[in-house]
């Protein structure tokens, strides 16, 4: 939800108000929140839509299609966080 609202400030041109924290603005602007023209926080959002989704139907019904979607998603989320 975090990275999600933080895309949206990203491409809304607001800054994001920092009440109790500060330097929070200066992180999100900095050169190293932006990876190939797109947001750090965008590919969180991207990772974590689907990421609840499959836990959703991990609850609902597990099948083994969606046990392996799910690592091979964790997966790849454990590679791009090194």
Same mark, same amino acid.
């Given at each position: 939800m975090i990275s999600l609202y933080l895309t949206l400030v990203h491409y !809304? =041109?607001? !800054?994001s108000p920092c009440y109790d924290v500060h330097g929070c603005e200066q992180?999100?602007?900095? !050169?190293?929140?932006?990876?190939?023209?797109?947001? =750090?926080?965008l590919f969180g959002a991207?990772?974590?839509?689907p990421m609840f989704y499959?836990?959703? =139907?991990?609850?609902?019904?597990?099948?083994?299609?969606l046990v392996?979607?799910?690592k091979v998603l964790a997966f790849l989320a454990a590679l791009a966080a090194d």
């Open positions: !809304g =041109g607001d !800054g992180v999100q602007t900095s !050169g190293y929140s932006i990876a190939l023209v797109v947001p =750090g926080a991207v990772f974590f839509a499959l836990a959703i =139907g991990l609850l609902a019904r597990p099948t083994v299609l392996r979607a799910t």
